[in-house]
Structures are given as structure tokens and as C-alpha cells.
């Protein structure tokens, strides 16, 4: 894990390649939505949540206006907003980022690709917090059956729903 300045460091580069995109293909180009979302992510990293929405939220409307609001990047986007949601306490609108970008990245891809895993895990977590942890056991049990079949059982990603299923108990 990289540390707070390595973190502000890759912020700044990121907002300068940003500025130099935004010059080069236009504001709107789905490239600067996609940087948009790193910067988001950075953002999240470091606890700059308020900006971190501000950023993902642009890239989900820049993603929606290019792409389409049922593209796997405006997903992905919905996704880490979901996150960032949960990680301010905002349950029920973490849940229907999750529950979203689930319905896209599912209607794109089918019902078992890593990127449903990767939704379905982070639904599982919510739903873990709202005290549901029948859906939350059900949710990791499908996460897992993906990431095992695709990623193999001792991929990290595999290893971590892993142990959040036996922590469910």
C-alpha cells in the first residue's frame, strides 16, 4: 500500500496528465472520464471523500453521455462510487451502487466475469454492514465460485472473499 505523499505525488502527476488530456481530446472525451475515475480513486485513498464523489460523479456522467449509462466502464464507475458510499456510512446508496453496476456489468458480461465478482463482493460488504448476513453469505459464495473459476485459488483477490466468507462464519 502506498504511503500518503507517495499517494498526494501520483494525485498531482494525475491531475497534470488530466489538465494535458482535457487540452488534447476535448473535456467531454471518455479518457479524461477514466482519468476522472483514478483521480477518484486517489482521492478515496487519501480520505478526500467529498472530492472523491465529486470526481467519480463526473466520470459516471461523462462515461454515460459517451459510452451510454449501461456501458462496464460507467460500472465501473458506479462501482468505486459505491465504495467510497459505504466507506461514509451512506448504506443504502452504497447498496444501490452495487446493486446498479451489477445489473450493467451482468446484462453485459453474464452472471459469472470478475467484474460481477468484484460487484457482488463489494454488495456482500454492505450488505454484511446492514445486518444481513444471510445475502451477505450468498453474495461472497457466488463472488468466490467466480474469482476461483477465473482468477484460481490462490489469486489475493481470491483469498480475501475467502476469508470473508469464513468471518461471516
Given at each position: 500500500?502506498?504511503?500518503?505523499?507517495?499517494?498526494?505525488?501520483?494525485?498531482?502527476?494525475?491531475?497534470?496528465?488530466?489538465?494535458h488530456?482535457?487540452?488534447?481530446?476535448?473535456?467531454?472525451?471518455?479518457?479524461?472520464?477514466?482519468?476522472?475515475?483514478?483521480?477518484?480513486?486517489?482521492?478515496?485513498?487519501?480520505?478526500?471523500?467529498?472530492?472523491?464523489?465529486?470526481?467519480?460523479?463526473?466520470?459516471?456522467?461523462?462515461?454515460?453521455?459517451?459510452?451510454?449509462?449501461?456501458?462496464?466502464?460507467?460500472a465501473?464507475?458506479?462501482?468505486?462510487?459505491?465504495?467510497?458510499?459505504?466507506?461514509?456510512?451512506?448504506?443504502?446508496?452504497?447498496?444501490?451502487?452495487?446493486?446498479r453496476?451489477l445489473?450493467?456489468d451482468?446484462?453485459?458480461?453474464?452472471?459469472?466475469?470478475?467484474?460481477?465478482?468484484?460487484?457482488?463482493?463489494?454488495?456482500?460488504?454492505?450488505?454484511?454492514?446492514?445486518?444481513?448476513n444471510?445475502?451477505?453469505?450468498?453474495?461472497?459464495?457466488?463472488?468466490?465460485?467466480?474469482?476461483?473459476?477465473?482468477?484460481?485459488?490462490?489469486?489475493?483477490?481470491?483469498?480475501?472473499?475467502?476469508?470473508?466468507?469464513?468471518?461471516?462464519?
Open positions: 500500500m502506498a504511503s500518503s505523499a507517495e499517494l498526494r505525488e501520483q494525485r498531482a502527476a494525475m491531475e497534470l496528465s488530466l489538465e488530456l482535457q487540452r488534447e481530446r476535448g473535456p467531454d472525451h471518455p479518457e479524461v472520464a477514466t482519468a476522472l475515475r483514478d483521480l477518484g480513486r486517489i482521492a478515496h485513498e487519501l480520505g478526500d471523500m467529498e472530492d472523491a464523489q465529486a470526481l467519480l460523479r463526473r466520470a459516471i456522467a461523462l462515461h454515460t453521455v459517451a459510452l451510454g449509462a449501461e456501458d462496464p466502464e460507467t465501473t464507475d458506479i462501482n468505486h462510487l459505491g465504495l467510497v458510499l459505504h466507506d461514509i456510512g451512506d448504506m443504502d446508496a452504497a447498496h444501490n451502487a452495487f446493486e453496476a445489473a450493467i451482468e446484462a453485459h458480461f453474464g452472471n459469472n466475469h470478475v467484474n460481477v465478482a468484484r460487484d457482488v463482493n463489494n454488495l456482500a460488504g454492505v450488505l454484511r454492514d446492514m445486518g444481513d444471510y445475502s451477505a453469505r450468498i453474495a461472497l459464495q457466488w463472488s468466490l465460485r467466480i474469482y476461483v473459476e477465473k482468477l484460481g485459488e490462490d489469486h489475493t483477490t481470491t483469498k480475501s472473499v475467502s476469508r470473508n466468507l469464513r468471518l461471516l462464519g
